[in-house]
């Protein structure tokens, strides 16, 4: 059984602990607000992106040959994928799961018999990869809870110029998606080829609603590459958020059962005290016995 001072030296070090991870979890609290506003402020930007790109896929099917980043490959034999992961760990299971959907993914274009061209974002996946003995074309560390525009625009426009020169047929993400502050999970988006069909139910509109000025060839043209990168963009920094509420609520955990391990050592030591104590008065009385 410890002893007292054994039960204080533990008493002690996990409330360290507690006011570390404490801190950890404050600090991933305020970092995850900046994060979710950056999403409410990019998401009706690529939402509306999204949507006038499909508004143009009205206009015809015969724009979509005169852009290569709309060529449709029935079998494709090549394949870019892009893994989302962090730089850190104490987030709980948030690089696990990403990495489990991207693994399962790759094994499965594999067995398909398509050649994936792995680009890893994040120190975690990174070390993956090796442990596995999985090969990656590049490899991204330097992406932080703050990503930019123009980072995920450095990283993703020389995979759009390999599947514009046609030596790449597709090109996924493997991220955690951000659905609110209390749900996120890991999943995989395609990003190319870029589809401008009409959304779901709006089958009704038509090309005679919109006056097109220069002309929609001139508009896709510029709206198709601006539109994939906003894509990635917005995976970039919904991962960010995940990231920091999966190391929150990591780190809620860890205080909270440091809490309990530490009112669990207290009593634990209050009672070792006490039958010390008592184990003491019993002594003294029956030395005072033996002496009368």
């Given at each position: 059984m410890?002893?007292?001072?054994?039960?204080?030296?533990?008493i002690?070090s996990?409330?360290?602990?507690?006011k570390i991870?404490?801190t950890m979890?404050?600090i991933?609290t305020?970092k995850?607000?900046?994060c979710?506003?950056?999403?409410?402020a990019?998401?009706p930007?690529?939402?509306?992106?999204a949507?006038?790109?499909?508004?143009?896929?009205s206009?015809?099917?015969?724009?979509?040959g005169?852009?290569?980043?709309?060529r449709?490959?029935?079998?494709?034999?090549?394949?870019?994928?892009?893994?989302?992961?962090?730089?850190?760990g104490?987030c709980?299971g948030?690089?696990?799961?990403t990495?489990?959907?991207?693994?399962?993914y790759?094994r499965?274009r594999?067995?398909?018999g398509?050649q994936?061209?792995?680009?890893i974002l994040?120190?975690?996946?990174i070390?993956?990869?090796?442990y596995?003995g999985?090969?990656?074309?590049?490899?991204?560390i330097?992406?932080?809870?703050?990503?930019?525009?123009?980072?995920?625009?450095?990283v993703i426009?020389?995979v759009?110029?390999?599947?514009?020169?046609?030596?790449v047929?597709?090109l996924?993400?493997v991220?955690?998606h951000?659905?609110n502050?209390a749900k996120?999970?890991?999943?995989l988006?395609?990003l190319l080829?870029?589809?401008v069909?009409?959304?779901?139910?709006d089958?009704?509109?038509?090309?005679?609603?919109?006056?097109l000025?220069?002309?929609?060839?001139l508009?896709l043209?510029?709206?198709l590459?601006?539109?994939l990168?906003?894509q990635?963009?917005?995976?970039?920094?919904?991962?960010a958020?995940?990231?920091?509420?999966?190391r929150r609520?990591a780190?809620?955990?860890a205080?909270?059962n440091?809490?309990?391990?530490?009112?669990?050592?207290?009593?634990?030591?209050?009672?070792?005290?006490?039958a010390?104590?008592?184990?003491?008065?019993l002594?003294?009385?029956?030395?005072?016995e033996?002496?009368n």
């Amino acid at each position: 059984m410890a002893t007292s001072r054994e039960l204080k030296n533990k008493i002690r070090s996990v409330n360290n602990t507690k006011k570390i991870t404490r801190t950890m979890e404050m600090i991933s609290t305020a970092k995850a607000v900046v994060c979710q506003r950056r999403i409410e402020a990019t998401q009706p930007y690529g939402d509306k992106l999204a949507e006038i790109r499909r508004d143009l896929g009205s206009c015809g099917d015969g724009l979509a040959g005169g852009f290569p980043l709309l060529r449709q490959v029935e079998s494709p034999s090549r394949e870019a994928v892009f893994i989302v992961t962090a730089n850190r760990g104490l987030c709980g299971g948030y690089n696990a799961n990403t990495l489990k959907v991207a693994e399962n993914y790759i094994r499965k274009r594999n067995a398909d018999g398509v050649q994936t061209d792995v680009y890893i974002l994040g120190k975690k996946g990174i070390s993956r990869f090796k442990y596995l003995g999985m090969e990656s074309v590049e490899q991204y560390i330097h992406f932080d809870d703050r990503p930019t525009f123009e980072e995920a625009e450095e990283v993703i426009s020389p995979v759009m110029e390999s599947f514009e020169k046609g030596e790449v047929d597709a090109l996924s993400v493997v991220f955690t998606h951000y659905i609110n502050a209390a749900k996120q999970e890991p999943v995989l988006r395609k990003l190319l080829p870029i589809t401008v069909d009409q959304a779901d139910g709006d089958s009704s509109r038509s090309v005679g609603e919109f006056i097109l000025e220069p002309s929609p060839e001139l508009i896709l043209g510029r709206l198709l590459p601006l539109s994939l990168k906003m894509q990635f963009f917005q995976a970039l920094v919904e991962a960010a958020a995940s990231e920091q509420i999966a190391r929150r609520m990591a780190m809620k955990n860890a205080t909270d059962n440091a809490e309990e391990m530490a009112t669990k050592y207290t009593q634990l030591y209050n009672r070792t005290r006490q039958a010390a104590i008592t184990q003491e008065i019993l002594e003294v009385i029956g030395g005072a016995e033996v002496l009368n």
